[in-house]
């Protein structure tokens, strides 16, 4: 029996349970390092499957590692599980916003992809078991990639040392590799504090926080015209310091995210935020605290493991949808904008022809360098000490945002179930490869050496960072 054919079959074998395990996850959404039912339901099924489980990974309650195989080559899969916040199912039907109603929601699929990656680590396992092949498979999962950064936190403490090489995917609505990089960022609190006074009394007591941090906003605003051109920043209030306009405001805090295609382009735009953050405090005489939340990396591609993985893709073929997947999958392109969905083609460089299919199952061509995901992913963090490689599949209608009820709405869908299968046998079959083949994997390790020989990593989050949930504790 062909080596790589038998791992499609080991997934289909086994894919019910993950298959279930997925819609257990999406029905009880949890947020960054919360996921500890999410993390128990894995557990579980991981111990079941004979894997033996280190938890409390990097002293983070809800990351966890699961291994089995003995000697050979040590292949990772990474896995996420955690939702966000303000995407309710509720909110998805009442076609209300989402953010207005509160609730949690697996707006990423990310049920789906730490039980995919589950999938690809034990079907790879049984294949080495049955092949009576040496080699190790760890899964490894992964709290916190929205907006915690779970594996750079991992990567700090040196989660992953060891592996030869790392396996991940991420729910989309196609099936191709991640295109190019991702963007790096750097995530931190801006916390200003004034005087509050009456506000008509005596307003020349007051030294108004709530201005500094309007003030910061408007330099930002000034700053991007001088910033790399694929950087972003954006923030969120987190504390408006009050609700009467006739206190002078004497607290207020923002959360910047500010994103580069590089990770030393993040931190130096990192440092020009903060010059305006300092200015906007000295104008009104306020002070500010700056405190770092968190951080990742770009990705760093490897050609390697890209072509392996598109060859597994296509050997594969794709993903056949049917009458039923097409009828809900127009239903909610329905409730999209049609230039939402001209807009996830442009994404891949892609000009729609005529009228966008409604899901996309072909696989797209090659590793696409040009690219850039417009967002940002701890997996880059990954990529940087162990040669790494992903890929997207179509598990969503074409033209769904990322982090919309519209992606919740479909995370449980057949269609869905079938993408998650799709990504488990790529990943399966190209782990095998690997264990198959000591060249291939001696030929990604040369590459990622070469190319971190010229930057070697350095973790975004210096090493008196505390993770964010202890620090918010402290507070
Ligand atoms: N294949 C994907 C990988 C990541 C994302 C994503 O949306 N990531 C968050 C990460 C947020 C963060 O790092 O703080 C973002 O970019 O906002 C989307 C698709």
Known sequence: MNATIDTDQLVDTLKPGYIDLSDRIWDMPELRYQEQQSVSAQIEMMEAAGFKITR????????????????GPVIGFLGEFDALAGLSQEAGIAQKSPLAEGGNGHGCGHNLLGAGAMLAAVATRDHLAAKGMAGRVRYFGCPAEEGG???????????????????????ASFNTLIPSNSLANVQAYFRFAGRAAHAAASPELGRSALDALELMSVGVQYLREHMPEKARVHSAITNTGGISPNVVQDSAEALYLIRAPQVNEAL?????????????????????????????????????????????????????????????AKAIQDTLQPDDIGAAFKMFGLEPKGKPPVLAGDILAGPRPELVLPGSTDVGDVSWQVPTAQVMTACHAVGTPFHSWQLVAQGKSPAAHRGMVFAAKTMAASAISLFDNPDLLGRAKAEFAERTAITPYTCPIAPEVDLPFRRAKAR
Request: proline share 2%; aromatic share 8%.
């Open 56 to 71: 409390n990974v990097a002293g983070i309650p809800t990351a966890f590692m699961a291994e089995a195989g003995e000697g």
């Open 149 to 171: 950064s779970g594996k750079t936190f991992m990567a700090r403490e040196g989660a992953f040392d060891g592996l030869d090489a790392a396996f991940c995917w991420h729910p």
């Open 268 to 328: 130096a735009l990192f440092e020009r935020v903060k010059k305006v953050a300092l200015g906007a405090a000295m104008m009104t005489e306020t002070t500010v605290e700056i405190e770092v939340d968190k951080a990742c990396s770009n990705l760093l591609r490897n050609a390697t493991l890209d072509e392996l993985m598109q060859a597994q893709m296509e050997r594969i073929g794709g993903i056949e949808f049917d009458a039923d997947d097409l009828t809900y």
